[in-house]
């Protein structure tokens, strides 16, 4: 049933999306995101089963009294039923599209296969030149901003 309701949010416009996520969430909130980067350089994505452009980042909310670290583990793991492990935080931002800070995290699979969820159906690796198209227009200069500040810690 939860998957036939996600399927129906899916056919909503993008600014339903956006009016419903004021209207019902709190007016300031807290989003943790995982950052995963593979040996070639790729990023991990989410195939989103309810978002009209599927891909995103893997991310989630900070539920109340939840610390952030514990939060992007925890989405990770409800989402694909793997382990992460935190590396270090990257950036702490406050988001020019929506009202909410993200807090995002280098991280890297410690374990477990995945396993499609309610909310995610695919994960796959992309390569920078390569992103699909995403929700939000600000994801893709997020990945590449990472991308090009990991990469340039690596010459130091």
Same mark, same amino acid.
């Given at each position: 049933m939860v998957r036939f309701l996600l399927r129906v949010w899916q056919k909503f416009p993008i600014w339903m999306h956006l009016l419903v996520s004021r209207i019902v969430r709190p007016r300031f909130r807290v989003a943790v995101a995982a950052m995963i980067f593979d040996e070639q350089g790729r990023v991990l994505l989410f195939?989103?089963?309810y978002r009209k452009f599927e891909w995103g980042i893997p991310a989630g909310s900070l539920e109340h009294r939840e610390q952030p670290e @514990? +939060?992007?583990v925890r989405e990770f @793991? #409800? #989402?694909t039923d793997m382990q992460i492990e935190v590396q270090k935080?990257? $950036? +702490? =931002?406050s988001s020019r599209d929506d009202h909410h800070v993200s807090l995002i995290y280098l991280c890297r699979i410690s374990s477990g296969e995945f396993r499609e969820s309610n909310e995610i159906c695919e &994960? @796959?690796?992309f390569g920078l030149d =390569? $992103?699909? +198209? &995403?929700m939000l227009s600000a994801e893709k200069d997020l990945i590449r901003r990472v991308a090009d500040m990991l990469n340039s810690s690596k010459g130091k």
């Open positions: 195939k989103h089963t @514990r +939060a992007v @793991r #409800e #989402e935080l990257l $950036l +702490a =931002e &994960m @796959r690796y =390569e $992103l699909p +198209a &995403m």
